[in-house]
């Protein structure tokens, strides 16, 4: 992933400064923004590392059943997102985008799509259905 955002950002001549580490207070230490992402299969690795650096969950209580409705569209949206990009399918990907709350309509989404997959055609070289 570091290596495509940093390869986005040369391509568009943009001013931004792309690291990648696993030691926390290095990423989080003077930065305007951190981007997060998980390898598949390593969510064992993950908590090992936060643990190994202090960083521990809290307990919050009872989650409400307004944000667990909040979190569970999300994770259907994740869900139809994932399958859309495994199955190629430009229809359920653009579901995926409708469902986000930010996205003011359907028509929207299907833009947004158009855009990205303009943007970084070089970069992820994949045919939609």
Known sequence: MGKIVSNYILSENVDL???YTTDLKDALENSDFVITT???GGYKNIIEILMKYGVHGISIGKISDLILSILRLHLD???LLAQGIVERDKDLIIQAIALDPFTPSPKE???IFDIF???SEKFLPIKFN
Do not use: F, H
């Open 117 to 119: 997959i303009k943007s």
């Open 17 to 19: 400064e792309v690291s």
């Open 77 to 79: 949206k994740y869900r």
């Open 109 to 111: 989404a299907e833009r």
């Open 38 to 40: 998980i390898r598949v």
